[in-house]
């Protein structure tokens, strides 16, 4: 099983970036992206969960991106527009075959991706 993202690179204030993260091996009920900045944690981002694909954001994300999937392609995206130079970090793509726990904390997620950066420049 294995996770693939794509999509980072860097763009100007105010641009737009779609991420990908292809799963392969089985579905996932619950997928999430989570972002890390050098010195800080890893924080959540966005998260996509169950049969009704309810949607899920970070407060600082909110209005700006948008999660989806795509369940024949086995693929979630991260639509980031409006993006501000506190957007840089490297984008986490997660994912869990059930939904357990607080969609917000890594800990709910069993696979991880190997990042993509992205990087606003002013």
């Known amino acids: 099983v294995q996770l693939q993202a794509s999509g980072g690179g860097l763009v100007q204030a105010g641009g737009s970036l779609r991420l990908s993260c292809a799963a392969s091996g089985r579905t996932f009920s619950s997928m999430g992206w989570f972002r890390q900045s050098p010195g800080k944690e890893r924080e959540f981002v966005a998260a996509?969960?169950?049969?009704?694909?309810?949607?899920h954001y970070a407060s600082s994300v909110e209005g700006r991106f948008t999660i989806s999937r795509d369940n024949a392609k086995n693929t979630v995206y991260l639509q980031m527009n409006s993006l501000k130079p506190e957007d840089t970090a490297v984008y986490y793509c997660?994912?869990?075959?059930?939904?357990?726990?607080?969609?917000?904390?890594?800990?709910?997620?069993?696979?991880w991706g190997q990042g993509t950066q992205v990087t606003v420049s002013s």
């Open positions: 996509i969960r169950g049969n009704l694909d309810s949607t």
């Open positions: 997660a994912a869990n075959p059930f939904v357990v726990g607080p969609f917000t904390l890594a800990r709910s997620y069993d696979r």
